[in-house]
Each structure stands twice: as C-alpha cells, then as structure tokens.
C-alpha cells in the first residue's frame, strides 16, 4: 500500500526541476527541492518520536517551510493541525489540549507563551521561523532529502481544521487523504490549471483556502505560486506581472478596485482571478469587469466540505451566484427536516459527497447534529437553485459573521464578554462593512450600578480572543430586545446600530 495522498498529491511531480514556490526576494524552489526540504523534515519529526496518526498543530508564520512542513506530515502519515497566528495562547491551549497533539510548532518569539501550553497537554515544543531559523530546521539539517512515505490509505486522517461552532467550542474537522485530493482533482479540471500557472498567492495558508484550495491545486498542477507573506496592494500589483491566475476573498477584490493602477492593462495577460470565503458583491464583479475585462470566477466552500460549487471556467460566471456543484458533489436545498424544498424556492444547503469531512474530532454528537445518517452534511447556508443548477447563497442559518473571509462565531465572543466583571449580558452582531464585508460589534447592559469600562473590556477580550474576532465597536445598551421566546432579537439590534445600510447577508435570529 502506497501512500494516497502523497502519491496523488506531490508524488507526481517529485522530481521536477520546475518552480513550485517563488519567494518575494527572489528565491524559487522547485517542486524536488520543496519535497527534498520536506523529506528532511519528515526525518526530523519522526526522530521526535512522531507516528503514523499522531497531530502535529502549527502556528507558524507563512514561509515555505510552512508548506514543507505540511508536505512532511503527509509522507510521514502525521495529522496536520494548522493554527491561526493570531491566536492568543489560551485559544491554541483549547487546540492542543483538545486535539491531544503530541507536537506543537510555533514562531520561535511564541515558545516561552506556548511551552507552558504544551507541557500542560503533555506535547513536545519545536520552532519554525518564517526566516528558515528554529529548532525544526536545526533538526532537519543534514537529514537525508528522501524519505519513503509512510502507507496511509483514501480514509486515512490528513488534517484536522478547526472551526468554531454556533454552540460551544470549537470542532476539529476531520479531513482524509479522499476529501482532500478529490476536491483538488475536481478543481484542477474544472479551472483548467496546469504545469504553466502560476498562482499569486496571498492568502494565508492555516485555512483551507490558503492551503488546500490554492496550495493543492496548485500541487496536483504541477504549477508554481508566488508565495507573498500577506495581502498587500503593493505586493500584489508588483507581482501580477509573474502571476497568471490569483485567489482571494472579496476583500482582495474591493482593496485592488480602491486602487486607480489597477486595469486592464495590469491584469491583461492574466488566464483567471477567483474569489470566496465571503460573498462577492454582484456589483464587485461587475466592476472587476469593468475596470479589468476580467470575470471572477466565484465558488463556494467551506472548512468541513472544502468546496462545493463553482461558476463555469468556460462558460457563465454569474454574478451574485456561486455556480454548479463540483463533479461528484451533490447539493440539495431542504427544509429544517431535510425534506427537499420544491424547485427555486430557498432551503438550507445540504452537501454530500467524497468531499464531505469524516466528523468533528471526539465530537459524535455535534456530528450527528450536521451529517445526516445518509451522509448529507448541512452547511447552515441559505440557498436558491436556479433551473440550471446555479446556486445563490441568500442568507445564512447559523449565527455566524464572516469579516475579511474570517469567521467570527458571536456565541463565542458572547461568553468570552459575558465572563467580564461589569458585564451582564451581551449580543454580538455583523454589520455591513465595505471592506471586510461584515464587522463585528458587539451590544453590552452593564452589570447594574457598575459604571461601563468599554476601554477595560476590550483590553480584557485582548487576551483571550484573537484579534479578527474582537468587535470594533462596543455599544452600551439598558437592555437587548427579545422576542416572546426570550431570544435576543439581532435583526432589530442590527437595523438599530447599522446606520443606512443593510447586512449583506440577512440572517434569521435563531
Ligand atoms: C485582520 N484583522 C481583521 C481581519 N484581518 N479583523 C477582522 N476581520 C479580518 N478578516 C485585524 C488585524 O489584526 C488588524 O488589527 C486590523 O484588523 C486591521 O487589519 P488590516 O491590516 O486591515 O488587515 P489585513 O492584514 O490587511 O487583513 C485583511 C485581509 C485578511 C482580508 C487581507 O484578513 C485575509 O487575508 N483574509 C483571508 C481570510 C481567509 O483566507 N479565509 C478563508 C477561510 S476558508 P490591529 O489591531 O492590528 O489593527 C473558508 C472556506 C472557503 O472560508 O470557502 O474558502
Ligand atoms: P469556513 O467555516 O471558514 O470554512 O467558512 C465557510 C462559510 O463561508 C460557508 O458556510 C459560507 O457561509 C461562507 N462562504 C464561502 N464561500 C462563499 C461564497 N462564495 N459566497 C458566500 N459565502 C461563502
């Protein structure tokens, strides 16, 4: 038995003197010298003892070490868990803790905060820095740069990703070595990529956008992507040039319209710009066309099923909709009982196929909870089918802000506001934002007789929420509106604090 993900994935293109990552300063490694490094550190993490099956959670910055690291799981049969950088030290403790990772990796600066995290939960600690630096690499040096990947089979666990849940904490979302290679598959064909792309990437890589998307596509392609450290304007418009296709969140899109270099004559020579994560304004596309003569092409995913539909290479780009479902995906709209709806009216999107997770880690309830028994998982998106199978997405069933292709779970924010001295309650909302799409701002009743300390709460939230999920604004309130049911009202809070304009995406209060 061979190893299926390595073989499907990288194995094809193992020995290619090829570009696969080209670096902002200049540096290019080909797809060899990509598996070369990762082979030596597929070495190094077995020497620490790391089997066939165990987690490896990273929170490393963007360097293609980063990506090598996640090549050396796979041939060494190891489950990769990705972590956002921007998580404080007790979210990644929840992580490690509940994922029982027997390794963590993080930015050599993090080490002190996150050796104490890693003890607690019994894993060992090693470093990686974007610069090449850290005790991995050390370990690395001098390895052999071959390595016999380990057999691991299609139902075999490559990756656990988590994602925050309308209820409680967050679930590890089970990818195998199937889900993930044939959604690549899937894509490769539909978007046409080949030996000669080369993808801008500047998307970061803990999510599946970043990484499977763009990352495996670019893979199973045999194809190069030029590796920048994060979005920028500058960046990107300096690196088009290279570029022959670039995926991004709409944010991306908006940023680059506010940009007066940005043309026709900039982006003329480029074969195809995809946007998702977050909904893409119709009127977004229509001025990328108009600026550029270039159709985004919008699809539609998510962590637990990585993509699910796409607007057509070849034929309609549809603004507004997120296009067919992939090659051996199904997609179907159902009412709350998973009854399917009568043809164009609006239902909650259900997903079935080799795309669809194998659960959420240690979690069968929550499971059982989203996966039908015959293997439909629901989304807790809202969509509409046209006659033609394309999909509109028209609002979203769970209580979920989407800011800058980032999920920010309200309930979570929520507990971590309400946990505050001086705090009674909260109602955390999405606001239409034309940047990020959504923003977060959350609605406070201060305990009675304390006096509001908003400056003291937010710098409070600063230590246990990351960055992206704390509100920007925090408005105090008597008391939050709520229906007879005793349920906090958010469309009313919404309609009050969001000024003229409407949500982009509509969501019903549960
Ligand atoms: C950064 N910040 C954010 C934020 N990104 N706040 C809310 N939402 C976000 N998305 C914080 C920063 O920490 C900073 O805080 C402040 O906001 C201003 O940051 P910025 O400089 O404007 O942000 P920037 O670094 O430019 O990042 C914005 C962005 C980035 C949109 C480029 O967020 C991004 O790359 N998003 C992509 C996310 C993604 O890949 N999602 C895919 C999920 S997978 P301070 O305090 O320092 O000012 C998925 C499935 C699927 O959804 O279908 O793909
Ligand atoms: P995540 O859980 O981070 O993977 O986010 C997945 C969610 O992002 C989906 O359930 C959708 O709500 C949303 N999403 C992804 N792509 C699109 C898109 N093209 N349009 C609208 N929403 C999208």
Not at 77 to 102: K, M, Q, R, S
Not at 117 to 127: I, Y
Not at 446 to 456: K, L, N, Q, S
């Amino acid at each position: 038995m061979g190893n299926a993900l390595y073989d499907g994935l990288f194995g094809r293109h193992a020995g290619a003197a090829t570009p696969f990552l080209i670096l902002p300063g200049g540096t290019i490694l080909t797809h060899a010298a990509f598996l070369a490094r990762a082979a030596r550190f597929a070495h190094a993490l077995t020497g620490l003892g790391m089997g066939p099956g165990d987690r490896l959670a990273a929170q490393v910055g963007k360097s293609a070490d980063a990506l090598a690291l996640y090549a050396a799981c796979v041939q060494a049969g190891l489950v990769f868990l990705p972590l956002n950088p921007a998580y404080t030290p007790a979210e990644v403790d929840y992580f490690v803790g509940d994922a029982g990772a027997a390794l963590l990796l993080c930015a050599p600066d993090d080490a002190p905060a996150l050796a104490e995290v890693a003890v607690r939960h019994g894993a060992q600690v090693q470093t990686l820095g974007t610069d090449g630096t850290g005790t991995l690499p050390d370990l690395a040096e001098g390895q052999p740069d071959g390595f016999t990947p380990v057999p691991r089979g299609m139902d075999d666990l490559a990756a656990i990703l988590y994602t925050s849940g309308t209820t409680g904490r967050s679930k590890g979302a089970m990818m195998s070595a199937r889900n993930l290679l044939s959604n690549a598959q899937a894509l490769v064909g539909l978007w046409r990529f080949t030996p000669a792309d080369v993808l801008l990437h500047a998307l970061p890589i803990f999510h599946t956008h970043g990484l499977f998307v763009a990352t495996n596509v670019t893979l199973l392609a045999g194809g190069a992507m030029i590796l920048l450290p994060r979005f920028d304007v500058d960046a990107v418009l300096a690196h088009l040039p290279r570029a022959s296709t670039m995926m991004g969140v709409p944010t991306f899109y908006t940023r680059l319209l506010d940009d007066p270099r940005l043309g026709a004559a900039a982006t003329a020579h480029m074969r195809l710009f995809i946007s998702g994560s977050a909904p893409l304004l119709a009127q977004t596309h229509r001025d990328w066309t108009a600026r550029t003569g270039q159709r985004i092409l919008e699809r539609y995913g998510m962590t637990e099923t990585n993509m699910i539909t796409s607007n057509s290479y070849a034929g309609d780009r549809r603004p507004g909709t997120v296009g067919q479902p992939l090659p051996g995906v199904e997609v179907r709209l159902c009412d709350a009982q998973g009854d399917p709806v009568a043809a164009g009216a609006i239902g909650g999107i259900e997903v079935r196929g080799p795309n669809v997770f194998q659960g959420y880690w240690q979690m069968p309830d929550k499971t059982a909870q989203d996966m039908r028994p015959d293997g439909w998982f629901i989304t807790g998106d809202l969509g509409q089918m046209s006659e033609d199978g394309y999909l509109t997405i028209v609002g979203r069933a769970k209580d979920l802000i989407i800011s800058g292709g980032y999920n920010i779970y309200p309930v979570e924010v929520e507990e971590a506001l309400d946990a505050l001295p001086g705090i009674l309650e909260s109602a955390v909302i999405g606001l239409a934002d034309p940047d990020l799409g959504e923003i977060a701002i959350a609605v406070v009743v201060p305990a009675p007789g304390t006096t509001p300390d908003p400056d003291g709460w937010r710098a409070a939230l600063g230590t246990s929420l990351a960055r992206y999920k704390q509100p920007r604004r925090i408005e105090v309130v008597d008391s939050l509106p709520r229906n007879a049911m005793g349920k906090v009202q958010k469309a009313a809070l919404r309609a009050r604090f969001d000024g003229a304009k409407a949500p982009a995406v509509t969501k019903p209060d549960h």
